[in-house]
């Protein structure tokens, strides 16, 4: 079982709402990440937090917000999707940087209308 | 070219069979390679890193090939739990980067 949790699994929102996906790790890591699955493409890395303070923003639009508090939990929140936003977001974890393995959570579902 | 290249597949075996899949990577100066395993709607999960020298886990061989710049992953005797996408994950330091490929399926088939 993974140590690495998401919530909420599945989530269909409109265009204009907000809303935020959660994840939790529970193995004592110090990074942590959003990562952006879309159909027939590859997985794209949205954010990096390293020690809670983030480390990488790879040209993600500002719809999407980031926020680590503390080192096990990491926040996305979401505003003004657009539908081709729709997509499972995935959230990992690794000890130090990337060059460690990392544990994936079991993604939120996103549809956006 | 794409970072990462993967054929997408799917690759369809009988089981028991031998299969091979390849990456190949654009940026020489990437360090560290991995294999993920993702089944269908699940997550990522890590199968195997692949060293220098080549490793092995049970049925399951790893290889780099620096100067072609290219892994493979070789899975021997497939059973039909093997069936799903294995994805390859380059990591380059320089910018802090990991990337992954689409992904290969695999369908092992009785």
């Known amino acids: 079982e993974t140590g690495v949790t998401q919530t909420p699994r599945h989530l269909v929102m409109g265009m204009t709402n907000k809303k935020s996906l959660k994840c939790e790790q529970h193995?004592?890591?110090?990074?942590m990440y959003w990562y952006k699955q879309s159909a027939k493409k590859p997985l794209e890395l949205m954010f990096v937090?390293?020690?809670?303070?983030?480390?990488e923003n790879n040209s993600v639009p500002s719809r999407f917000s980031p926020e680590c508090p503390n080192s096990s939990h990491l926040f996305l929140h979401l505003h003004t999707l657009q539908p081709e936003d729709s997509a499972l977001y995935l959230c990992?974890?690794?000890?130090?940087?990337?060059?460690?393995?990392?544990?994936f959570g079991p993604g939120t579902r996103l549809t956006v209308l | 070219r794409k970072e990462v290249e993967q054929d997408p597949g799917p690759f369809n075996v009988p089981e028991g069979a031998t299969v091979a899949f390849n990456c190949t990577y654009s940026?020489?100066?990437?360090?560290?390679f991995f294999w993920y395993r993702q089944d269908c709607r699940k997550e990522p999960k890590l199968l195997m890193s692949?060293?220098?020298s080549g490793n092995e886990d049970g049925r399951f061989t790893a290889q780099l090939n620096r100067a072609s710049q290219y892994i493979s992953l070789l899975i021997r005797d497939s059973k039909l739990s093997d069936s799903a996408t294995y994805l390859c994950?380059?990591?380059?330091?320089?910018?802090?980067?990991?990337?992954f490929g689409t992904g290969t399926q695999l369908k092992v088939e009785l």
């Open positions: 990992a974890s690794s000890q130090d940087g990337a060059l460690d393995t990392q544990y």
């Open positions: 994950v380059v990591f380059t330091g320089g910018g802090n980067k990991l990337t």
């Open positions: 193995l004592g890591h110090n990074a």
């Open positions: 937090y390293s020690l809670e303070e983030r480390v």
């Open positions: 692949v060293y220098s």
């Open positions: 940026n020489s100066a990437s360090q560290s």
